[in-house]
Every structure is written in C-alpha cells, then in structure tokens.
T-cell receptor
Framework: KAGVTQTPRYLIKTRGQQVTLSCSPI?????VSWYQQTPGQGLQFLFE???????NKGNFPGRFSGRQFSNSRSEMNVSTLELGDSALYLC??????????????FGPGTRLTVT | DQQVKQNSPSLSVQEGRISILNCDYT??????FLWYKKYPAEGPTFLIS?????DKNEDGRFTVFLNKSAKHLSLHIVPSQPGDSAVYFC???????????FGQGTRLTINP
C-alpha cells in the first residue's frame, strides 16, 4: 500500500505571497492532519479533517487554512506569508471512523522557505 | 505550555546496549501515547503506542513503559543498532480531541 504523499517537496516563496500544499493519504484513511515543524517549536498541530469537515484546529492564525476533498485528499493554504512561516509542513493520515485519532502515519513533508 | 516534555535533547549509546528514551507529560487527560522515529528529510515513522489502561507494550526490540502516577513514559530499545540513530518523538492524545501533542524530540546516536 502506498504511503502518505505530499507535493511539492520543496518550495521557496516571497513574503506576502500565498502557498498551497497538497497531501494524499494512505488509501482507505479518511482522517488527515497537518503539522508544522520548526527548530524552535517542534511539531505543532495545525488542523485535522475527516469526511471533508475540520474537526479540530491548533493555535495558528487565520492565514493558515485547509480543506479536504471527497477522496480524502487534503490541501492546506497559507496566505500573506511571513518569514516565520518557513518550516517543514507534515501531513499525516489515520484509519479511523467517527471516533478518536490514534496512530497517525506521516508523509515526507513539504519544506517551505519564505524569503 | 509544553504538555509533553523530552528533557534530554540527545543520547549516545553503544551498539548492542539498551537505549532508554524518556518522556514526561503534564496533562492527566492524555489517554494514549505514541513514539515516532524521524530521519532527516523524512516524515516521522510510527514505532509503538500504548493506551493508558496498560503499563507496558512490546514490539520486537521496542518496549514502551507507562507510569501514570508519575506521568512518565519511556521507550526501551534492546539491543540498539546503528540504524536506530535518529530523532525520537513521544506524542500524546486525548480521547475526543483529534490531534497529537508532541515532545521536542531526543536525538539518539548509536556508536559502533
């Protein structure tokens, strides 16, 4: 079974621009979560989607948004990029019904650099 | 606030010996705990998990111990192998909350 895939793997953007990252979960996984990893803050939860609905959101500004499609693929968008948004953005999928997320399986991440 | 803490940023162990990675948590609502391993330029890889109703879970060379009264968990790797060199993250979740809370990670180096 193919793992979680994320595109693009690397991205360089300029301050003020916006960016969209894509994630395809493991086949059959309906829950998709997004995390931001930075050297100073570690892995921070952004949001989680299940059946096209955002079920939980982390403590990030409204510039960070996401969505999930009917095939469980997910995108996250960051508008008005700031230098501090430079990070590794990780997507994780989980095999779960309407209950609680437990084991999550991560993709390789998208490395975003804002200049 | 840091609800999940890994106080050792790094650990060096000789090949063949036991590696013990530690993690402390503050939120008593956490009821499920996980360990992930991460190589550079890759996403975290799930290793092993434990529910709060258990105090031990084993999977091959990996064993996780949970001490609820101390709010402490540990990952034991026996015997340690060079391929175990990576950053290890512990994570916790609360039933009903759809997210994992991660520690800051411990860099494990296995020396030949």
């Amino acid at each position: 079974k193919a793992g979680v895939t994320q595109t693009p793997r690397y991205l360089i953007k300029t301050r003020g621009q916006q960016v969209t990252l894509s994630c395809s979960p493991i086949s059959g996984h309906r829950s998709v979560s997004w995390y931001q990893q930075t050297p100073g803050q570690g892995l921070q939860f952004l949001f989680e989607y299940f059946s096209e609905t955002q079920r939980n959101k982390g403590n990030f500004p409204g510039r960070f948004s996401g969505r999930q499609f009917s095939n469980s693929r997910s995108e996250m968008n960051v508008s008005t990029l700031e230098l501090g948004d430079s990070a590794l953005y990780l997507c994780a999928s989980s095999l779960v019904g309407a209950g609680v997320v437990r084991e999550q399986y991560f993709g390789p991440g998208t490395r975003l650099t804002v200049t | 606030d840091q609800q999940v803490k890994q106080n050792s940023p790094s650990l060096s162990v000789q090949e063949g010996r036991i590696s013990i990675l530690n993690c402390d948590y503050t939120n008593s609502m956490f009821d499920y705990f996980l360990w992930y391993k991460k190589y550079p330029a890759e996403g975290p890889t799930f290793l092993i998990s434990i529910s709060s109703i258990k105090d031990k879970n084993e999977d091959g060379r990996f064993t996780v111990f949970l001490n609820k009264s101390a709010k402490h968990l540990s990952l034991h790797i026996v015997p340690s192998q060079p391929g175990d060199s990576a950053v290890y993250f512990c994570a916790a979740s609360i039933q009903g909350a759809q997210k994992l809370v991660f520690g800051q990670g411990t860099r494990l180096t296995i020396n030949p």
